[in-house]
């Protein structure tokens, strides 16, 4: 069945998540990431700035439900999505513990060559109410047709023009992906798609092997960049956005290259990417926005 422009702006019921330490650090160590901050509990901790997908992925379970039962999209057609673009905005770190509430809504639907491209937006409050990160989680849907309009995202966050120095990569480093990678994941930030952990599934989607997930990619890749442009302190992050591309599998070693850095008065944004294993670019336009 078509994917129909008409659900933009559609809504899903709030979602609320626990958030304690426990998650928190978890989805550090399975990120090989021990910065104290993360870690140390006689002082207060916070998240890894990737860490909204974990609390974002029950919300997105929920909004596939919620559109197979209104035969928007098959489940055949549901389980084709692939995660194609990440964006996150981080109006300041989260802190264990926090009860937080996720809402999503579909900002945008468009037609591209491979598929339906269909733009969700989720947006996290927490107890007073207040902001506390707004994702867009692009996703592609494999070989389905759309139905009506292209309706593009209305809200995005405005889009930053990358500079690239000229010549060699400011830096660039290596990343080891240990075989079950995928599997420790998974559990660590409480994300299951069965394409990560079944080889059996993953065949039957037509993958050569079980993948690592996009957003372990895109945090390792952050991780690094903390280190090398931030001064080890997640704190200052704002903003991570990114492309997938070129598969990860494991074991293998992935290449973060840093390709610029432009500065202003009050931030400054660091452009990346990340080179698989063989070679193909598993991340690109990569944005890291960085508070002064």
């Not at 989720?122 to 902001?131: E, F, S, V, W, Y």
């Not at 591309?245 to 432009?262: E, F, H, K």
Request: net charge negative.
């Amino acid at each position: 069945m078509p994917l129909e422009s008409s659900i933009v702006g559609s809504t899903g019921a709030p979602m609320v998540s626990e958030i304690d330490s426990r998650w928190t650090m978890a989805y550090a160590a399975a990120l090989g990431d021990a910065v104290p901050c993360y870690m140390d509990t006689n002082r207060a901790v916070i998240a890894h700035p990737m860490f909204p997908v974990c609390f974002e992925w029950p919300v997105q379970v929920a909004m596939r439900a919620q559109f197979e039962k209104s035969s928007t999209l098959t489940r055949d057609e549901a389980m084709r999505a692939v995660h194609a673009t990440h964006d996150t905005v981080l109006y300041r770190p989260i802190q264990p513990p926090e009860r937080l509430t996720t809402q999503f809504t579909v900002a945008g639907v468009q037609r591209l060559t491979p598929g339906a491209y269909m733009v969700t937006r989720l947006d996290t409050i927490d107890g007073a109410g207040k902001p506390v990160c707004t994702s867009w989680y692009g996703a592609l849907y494999r070989g389905v047709e759309v139905k009506g309009p292209d309706i593009p995202p209305t809200h995005p966050p405005a889009p930053l023009q990358p500079i690239v120095e000229e010549g060699k990569p400011r830096s660039e480093c290596r990343v080891d992906v240990p075989a079950g990678m995928a599997h420790i994941y998974t559990e660590c930030a409480r994300i299951f798609n069965p394409i990560h952990t079944d080889a059996s599934v993953a065949r039957a989607a037509g993958l050569p092997s079980i993948i690592l997930h996009g957003t372990a990619t895109l945090a390792m890749a952050v991780s690094r960049i903390i280190e090398t442009e931030a001064g080890n302190d997640p704190a200052r992050i704002e903003r991570v956005a990114g492309r997938f591309g070129a598969m990860v599998t494991m074991p293998s070693t992935l290449t973060v290259r840093v390709l610029g850095r432009d500065d202003s008065a009050d931030k400054a944004a660091v452009f990346f990417e990340t080179l698989s294993g063989e070679g193909g670019r598993a991340i690109r336009e990569g944005i890291v926005v960085l508070r002064a």
